[in-house]
């Protein structure tokens, strides 16, 4: 973990890569535990890109009214190009001393992270990380900011969906967002009582499910519903629901849940860990610790030295997924 001993009076915040429900609660936690704590909030739009164009703002407690309940960001978020150059992060540093910004708090996932890092290497600008994604892929936090918002939005719509599935008889796969991380599918995949879960890291395939749905008909179960999460572009639902009709002739639904998922008012849960870890970012600061994420292991927050966090893969829990298909009979 690195320290640094200059004194800090003015830091930024700003919220970068994939937008997150409870990313304002983080915002306003670091804005409200920063002036409670005598230091000055300045707010950059747009991530990275603010960071290079200059738009760089000061924040007061009353601009953080009224927004904990709001998902999406206030700060909006960015991806950068240039922040990826050398010269780009030259520019966006030269910015930052020009505007007097002595540390930084960085809410986003570990792309933003990346770059949070280089900051420090290349020019020495203290920052501490915040875990804001829905996809909770981040290594060395069990929970990140807007999980929970994710999983419980495609609960809601899978309980719908059960209900209509149940009515006709029948079978359907909701796909669910998760690119490279199965969090999402499997939480709801348990949660929804899914007879069948697909992600990047499980190890089921179409026939399993052919059979599985098979089984659960001779058992006298008349509806069913499978989750996936995304391929590499949305879309993968409709490729398996092909492969189970041409290989079983049975007729599948699909329902593609997408970016209803990234939005909406944050759970109490996020709410409540964005709260926690805004305002433990700018503790850490203030005691001089930087190059760090703030995350949790159960319960209690930790922090964690970026270089790990970005280093490293966080696996989603397969024990879930077993779970799930013995509950789903
Ligand atoms: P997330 O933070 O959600 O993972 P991205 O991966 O899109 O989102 O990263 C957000 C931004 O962080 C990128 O657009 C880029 O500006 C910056 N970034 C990502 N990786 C690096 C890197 N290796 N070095 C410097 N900046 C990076």
């Known amino acids: 973990m690195a320290q640094f001993s200059q004194k800090i009076k003015r830091i930024g915040v700003f919220t970068s890569g994939g937008d997150a429900p409870g990313m304002n ?12 704590q005598n230091l000055e909030v300045y707010g950059i739009q747009n991530g990275y890109v603010g960071m290079i164009e200059n738009k760089i703002h000061p924040l007061q407690l009353r601009d953080m009214a009224n927004i904990i309940q709001r998902g999406g960001t206030i700060l909006k978020t960015g991806r950068s190009s240039e922040f990826m150059k050398a010269e780009g992060r030259t520019k966006a540093a030269q910015n930052l001393k020009a505007a007097q910004i002595d540390a930084l708090v960085c809410i986003g996932g570990d792309g933003s992270f990346r770059g949070a890092h280089a900051l420090w290497e290349e020019h020495q600008i203290p920052v501490v990380g915040v875990p804001g994604t829905i996809d ?26 059960r209900d209509t599935a149940a009515s006709h008889d029948r079978l359907f796969i909701v796909e669910v967002m998760g690119r490279n991380s199965g969090f999402i599918a499997s939480h709801v995949g348990l949660a929804g009582g899914a007879e069948e879960i697909f992600t990047p890291e499980g190890n089921t395939t179409v026939e399993k ?4 749905i098979k089984e659960a008909i001779g058992r006298g179960k008349t509806s069913s519903i499978l989750i996936t999460a ?22 599948a639904k699909v329902c593609i849940l997408g970016h209803q998922q990234r939005g909406g008012s944050p759970t109490a ?5 964005a709260s926690r870890m805004g305002a433990a970012a700018v503790d850490s600061l203030l005691k001089g610790y930087c190059d760090i994420m703030i995350g949790t292991e159960g319960e209690r927050l930790v922090q964690v030295p970026l270089d790990l ?3 490293n893969e966080k696996k989603s829990q397969l024990d879930l997924l077993s779970l799930a298909s013995i509950l789903a009979t």
């Open 269 to 273: 849960a996020d709410r409540i860990l």
């Open 25 to 36: 609660a983080a915002i306003r936690a670091v804005v409200r535990v920063g002036i409670a």
């Open 230 to 251: 995304e391929g590499q572009k949305p879309g993968r639902a409709y490729d398996l629901a092909d492969a189970i009709r041409k290989k079983s002739g049975m007729d």
């Open 209 to 212: 499910a052919i059979d599985r």
């Open 309 to 311: 966090v970005t280093k």
């Open 136 to 161: 909770n892929d981040i290594y060395g936090s069990d929970k990140t900011i807007g999980f929970d918002t994710a999983v419980n939005t495609a609960l809601e719509a899978i309980d719908r969906i």
